[in-house]
C-alpha cells in the first residue's frame, strides 16, 4: 500500500512494507509504512524534517498515525536501548526494581540530561514492572535483529 504523499506530512524517505516486519504483528498490522520527510507543523521560512508512522484502518488513513521529530525518535531508540540493558540485571531485585533508588541513568543530552528511571507513581508498578520485563523477554528476537542492526549501521557511520 503506498503511502499518501498529498497530507501534510511531505513523505521523502518510505518504507511502504513496514506491516510485514512489524514484530508480531508481521502481516496482520494495521501499521502500513514509516517515513521520514517535512514535517506537518512546518511554519513559513521554517523547515523541520520527522518520522512518521503510517496506520491504515482498512478503509481510511488512521487518525492514530503518528509524527515525530528525528530527535524524539533517536531518544526513544536511546530510552529503549537503556531499558533493555537495565532488565538485563534487574533479576537482582526482588521487584526488578530498588524503590529505594527508582532512577536508573542519566544521559547525557543537549547540556542536560535525560532522566531514565522506573515510575514509581504508577500504583500498579509491582505487577506492571514483571509484565513488561516478560514482555520485554519475549521480544527480544524482535528487538536483538533491529539493535545489532542498527549498531551495524552506526559503526558503518563511524559512530
Known amino acids: 500500500m503506498k503511502i499518501p504523499a498529498t497530507l501534510k506530512h511531505k513523505p521523502v524517505i518510505v518504507s511502504e512494507n513496514y506491516e510485514n516486519i512489524d514484530g508480531h504483528n508481521a502481516y496482520h498490522s494495521d501499521t502500513k509504512g514509516l517515513s521520514l520527510g517535512l514535517a506537518q507543523w512546518n511554519d513559513r521560512g521554517k523547515v523541520d524534517i520527522s518520522a512518521k508512522v503510517w496506520r491504515y484502518t482498512g478503509e481510511k488513513w488512521s487518525r492514530q498515525s503518528e509524527e515525530l521529530p528525528l530527535h524524539r525518535v533517536i531518544d526513544l531508540a536511546i530510552l529503549v536501548c537503556r531499558a533493555k540493558q537495565y532488565f538485563s ?23 542536560d540530561a535525560m532522566t531514565v528511571s522506573v515510575c514509581t507513581d504508577n500504583p500498579m508498578i509491582d505487577e506492571d514492572i514483571r509484565l513488561f520485563s516478560q514482555a520485554l523477554s519475549n521480544n527480544d528476537e524482535f528487538l536483538s535483529e533491529r539493535l545489532k542492526t ?5 559503526k558503518d557511520m563511524g559512530y
Open 89 to 111: 540485571e534487574a533479576y537482582r531485585f526482588e521487584k526488578l526494581y530498588d524503590p529505594e533508588h527508582t532512577t536508573i541513568d542519566r544521559i547525557g543530552l543537549q547540556g
Open 150 to 154: 542498527l549498531a551495524r549501521i552506526l
